[in-house]
């Protein structure tokens, strides 16, 4: 069965730092990868996505995120944290083809100091 | 910018008591979706609904729960008795057409508290 795995729980960085937030997924092809942002009392709004091609992908907000089959992650980046980029993310995948349902991993939770 | 929207943001509940949760998806989407997580755990896809009638649930989606698009605007969660274990963020999500290649469009999503 398809997971995606979050290692990080919690990151702390500073402001004007770098991020690279991590992102494993198990599946037998190559899946359609997302990265979505939670900021609190908002709904989860998509960053990025990746389906096939170029396997560095850019998103909204800076982001940019890196699809490494051989690793089978989906890694999320920034190259300068701001302030409002304190949030809970999520690295999900979708199945080609084959269901709706995007199957999401535990989430990161983004403390950003200034 | 539409957007997904959710009542009630907060819902209390006693254990046994029914509940319903409500979702305005974006008015020209035809898929909705509910998910839901449980604190400290991952998203969990339900249920998807299409055409008013549920095109693919998961095994989380019992007898308990049911989904209904009541009228051109709403879309429903419905938790028949209510177990402490169904305490959880549920998300509701709408996109314009079926495949997860076409964005789904989430709500700010209703905590549910079963005590």
């Known amino acids: 069965a398809q997971s995606v795995t979050q290692p990080d729980i919690h990151i702390t960085v500073s402001e004007g730092a770098s991020l690279e937030l991590r992102c494993n997924y198990s599946?037998?092809?190559?899946?359609?990868l997302f990265w979505y942002v939670q900021s609190p009392g908002q709904g989860l709004q998509l960053l990025l996505k990746?389906?096939?091609?170029?396997?560095l992908v850019q998103g909204i907000k800076g982001f940019e995120a890196e699809f490494k089959r051989s690793q089978s992650s989906f890694n999320l980046r920034k190259p300068s944290v701001h302030w409002s980029d304190a949030a809970e993310y999520f690295c999900?995948?979708?199945?080609?083809?084959?269901?709706?349902?995007?199957?999401f991993g535990t989430g990161t939770r983004l403390q950003v100091f200034p | 910018e539409p957007e997904v929207t959710q009542t009630p943001s907060h819902q209390v509940t006693q254990m046994g008591q029914e509940v319903i949760l409500r979702c305005v998806p974006i008015?020209?989407?035809?898929?909705f979706y509910w998910y839901r997580q449980i604190l400290g755990q991952k998203v969990e896809f339900l249920v998807s609904?299409?055409?008013?009638?549920?095109?693919?649930k998961s095994e989380i989606f019992d007898d308990q729960f049911s989904v209904e698009r009541p009228d051109g605007s709403n879309f429903t969660l419905k938790i028949r008795s209510t177990k402490l274990e169904d305490s959880a963020m549920y998300f509701c999500?709408?996109?314009?057409?079926?495949?997860?290649?076409?964005?789904?469009?989430f709500g700010p999503g209703t905590r549910l508290t079963v005590t």
């Open positions: 999500a709408s996109s314009a057409a079926t495949g997860t290649h076409y964005e789904q469009y």
């Open positions: 599946y037998g092809a190559t899946p359609y």
């Open positions: 990746y389906f096939s091609g170029d396997t």
């Open positions: 999900a995948v979708g199945v080609p083809d084959d269901t709706d349902k995007l199957i």
């Open positions: 008015s020209n989407h035809l898929y």
């Open positions: 609904f299409y055409n008013n009638e549920i095109s693919e």
